[in-house]
């Protein structure tokens, strides 16, 4: 699923097309079905889905490499905007709260395999580099206001990210003096159970 926020800026910014950047997109999600199905849809006179100047646009912008075989590789351009799974995996074990003390005994908060989160957390934020770097804000936040209560195997497989950035966002009209008071009828982080809205 393409977030078509930063789909748009991605074009924008980058000053790409959009087939240029479906060619880039199904080239990344290795789904050559669905780029011979693209061009058996929209042929063109020489069989490929972009003529050759954008193709050459790509290439010289390295967004895609030629290979020696005469075939594409994604360039660094690309593959810039998508966060490595092991690398995210390793920056949110290092922020978020190894133990919380409840009643003078320490109970552990990452004992999740770190491989298993890595392959569930990466298809959550559908490995949106942006996106992961404001869930590390949401978890530095979250620390800095003793909201982090929970494992983090619950706090990924229920989102917990998406409650904490309701409350540190700056665009909401009345920012909560106390984080704690703004979960109002979802009481503590302890007990919080997301809803899937994919529409």
Do not use: C
Request: net charge negative.
């Amino acid at each position: 699923m393409i977030l078509v926020e930063r789909y748009v800026n991605f074009l924008i910014e980058n000053n790409l097309t959009q087939r240029q950047f479906l060619l880039l997109y199904l080239l990344y999600e290795e789904r050559m079905d669905l780029l011979n199905r693209y061009k058996e849809q929209f042929p063109s006179n020489d069989n490929k889905m972009l003529p050759d100047y954008l193709i050459q646009d790509l290439i010289r912008r390295d967004f895609i490499v030629q290979t020696k075989t005469g075939g594409y590789k994604l360039g660094d351009s690309f593959l810039k905007i998508f966060v490595d799974a092991d690398e995210a995996t390793e920056q949110i074990y290092n922020l978020y709260p190894p133990f919380i003390n409840n009643r003078g005994v320490d109970i552990p908060l990452t004992s999740m395999d770190r491989r298993i989160f890595a392959k569930i957390y990466i298809n959550k934020i559908k490995g949106n580099y942006e996106e992961h770097k404001a869930i590390l804000l949401d978890i530095q936040y979250g620390i800095d206001n003793g909201l982090i209560t929970t494992g983090i195997e619950k706090f990924l497989t229920s989102e917990q990210w998406k409650v904490l950035r309701k409350l540190r966002e700056p665009e909401e009209l009345l920012k909560p003096t106390n984080p704690q008071e703004a979960l109002g009828d979802l009481g503590d982080l302890n007990n919080f159970e997301s809803v899937d809205n994919d529409f």
